[in-house]
């Protein structure tokens, strides 16, 4: 490899905890011209190898102090990373302060030391001061310096430099500064977590028993058990799984929305009954929609569970009981069942505070905030037939809720106080309609007169059509197609009261 210049020569800081292929990233540098400046450790493993490098004590003057607290601390280090172009260097250079093109810094494994139960004071040295620095100013000043925080992005540097021969490109060091700053609020997020008490609890398993899972929530108050920070706790039954703990949550949320008494089962996460009531009463009401479907689902409630209802349940198979509260006898009765996870929700606790829901896939993070509320049923549109009656308000009210639960595509067929037929996650929203009217008729389920919620608009009248013929007379959806006046239309000549909220809840 041809050697660049000493005229041209750049300078390259490294300060690595993992020193995987250091030094073959150290000669290639070396090759490419780069004089290199490593802090102690990493500065001895690179002449170990042969390879020429400066220490940073050496620049700065100062040796590291405290055991290696501070190193890198310096406005020699910083100044040289900091330095917006080139020329701006010439106001310090009687203060010994030269450019630095590039860094490589990963920091302590802070994150390792906690999950191998490392005592405080070790842990607290764990937590990295000067990396994250170096990080930073690198990362906050890529319109010159190129920034590398850990070993996987080995590879894309070695390109960009045999691309550029030596240098880097704009888009690289805006890339690798966008990466930098990622892994630095997740360890950031791991030190925070540490101080408030969080950590992270070993599931059964995952979605699949191969697939291990682990669950990080807030410190419970006390010695209360673990999931007491979250405003759960667990009375009887196996270990949560990742899906119970999934499905969990999707169960109080739903009847989490409901401010009149209610039972919720849900299956996989979509609801597959729901009753309006008390007790027995709700329980009744939410089995007869899909008695088949709540086989081994999860059962939830908004109030107390009294023994009458614990008697139902206790002959049932099923994962997962959800209420806030129990009767002694109804607890007793229900905790028998050693394998049925009986659990106790404070709901105030369960849904307040920021709720961000987080998707995630290597760099790739999603973060929105939770979907609460129903302003829409203050400010409805009724487009088609008349105004409903307060009955029928409050039954097209209830599927509108439940349907925001169920994945999307999704129908829900109801009564005045129970869901009867329910379609969800279909490609198609008549594929969606049709499942929920099958599923009411497998329970011989009368739909005359039903309502019907809708989680989007009807792009065409064919839905409305198909839902008339089952039997709906009132329905419920967002709108927003360029269709909504057929739609509309074809409502009115069936004798359909059709309402559109302008608000959308999708489940994806």
């Not at 004071?121 to 850990?150: H, M, Q, W, Y």
């Not at 630095?184 to 101080?195: K, L, M, P, T, V």
């Not at 682990?214 to 920070?229: F, K, Q, S, V, W």
């Amino acid at each position: 490899m041809a050697k660049v210049p000493v005229g041209n020569r750049r300078r390259a800081l490294l300060s690595v905890t993992d020193k995987t292929r250091l030094a073959e990233i150290g000669k290639l540098l070396h090759g490419y011209g780069y004089e290199l400046i490593a802090s102690g450790g990493t500065a001895g493993h690179l002449r170990d190898n042969s390879v020429p490098v400066i220490e940073v004590s050496e620049l700065t003057g100062y040796p590291e102090i405290f055991g290696g607290r501070v190193k890198t601390l310096h406005p020699v280090i910083h100044g040289g990373i900091l330095g917006p172009t080139e020329a701006s260097f010439a106001e310090t250079a009687e203060l010994g302060i030269s450019p630095i093109d590039l860094v490589i810094v990963n920091l302590y494994k802070f994150q390792e030391a906690v999950a191998a139960g490392a005592g405080e004071a070790e842990t607290v040295e764990k937590i990295d001061i000067g990396g994250p620095t170096l990080l930073r100013s690198a990362a906050k000043n890529f319109g010159r310096v190129a920034v590398i925080s850990d070993p996987r992005f080995y590879d894309d540097l070695i390109s960009e430099l045999e691309q550029g021969k030596g240098t880097t490109s704009l888009e690289f060091r805006r890339r690798m500064a966008g990466a930098t700053f990622r892994l630095a609020a997740d360890y950031n997020d791991a030190i925070a977590a540490w101080f408030a008490g969080e950590g992270d609890i070993q599931l059964r398993y995952g979605e699949n028993p191969h697939q291990s899972a682990t669950l990080r929530i807030p410190a419970p108050p006390g010695d209360e058990p673990a999931l007491a920070g979250i405003g759960i706790t667990q009375h009887g039954g196996k270990e949560l799984s990742y899906n119970n703990i999934v499905d969990l949550v999707a169960a109080v949320k739903l009847v989490g929305d409901f401010d009149q008494p209610c039972c919720g089962i849900l299956k996989h996460t979509n609801p597959c009954g729901f009753g309006l009531g008390e007790g027995v009463t709700a329980l009744e009401r939410a089995l007869k929609c899909d008695p088949v479907s709540a086989f081994g689902g999860v059962f939830s409630f908004n109030g107390c569970v009294d023994e009458a209802t614990a008697g139902i349940l206790a002959k049932r198979f099923l994962e997962i009981i959800v209420a806030p509260e129990y009767s002694p006898e109804a607890l007793a009765r229900l905790t028998k069942k050693k394998n049925v996870r009986v659990l106790t929700v404070d709901m105030a606790r369960f849904l307040s505070g920021t709720r961000d829901r987080i998707r995630a896939w290597g760099d790739l993070v999603l973060t929105q905030v939770e979907d609460d509320g129903f302003p829409e049923l203050d400010e409805w549109n009724v487009v088609a037939g008349d105004d409903p009656d307060p009955a029928t308000r409050t039954a097209l009210e209830m599927v509108w809720k439940v349907c925001k639960h169920g994945k999307s595509n999704a129908i829900v067929l109801g009564d005045m106080t129970s869901t009867l037929g329910m379609g969800f996650g279909q490609m198609s929203r008549v594929d969606s309609t049709e499942l929920a009217v099958m599923k009411a008729g497998n329970q011989d389920l009368d739909l005359q007169d039903c309502v019907v919620a809708s989680d989007g608009f009807f792009p065409f009248p064919d839905g409305i059509e198909k839902l008339a013929a089952a039997g709906a007379r009132a329905v419920i959806a967002p709108g927003g197609s360029i269709r909504d006046d057929e739609v509309a239309e074809a409502a009115r000549k069936l004798g359909i009261t059709l309402i559109l909220t302008n608000r959308r809840h999708f489940n994806h």
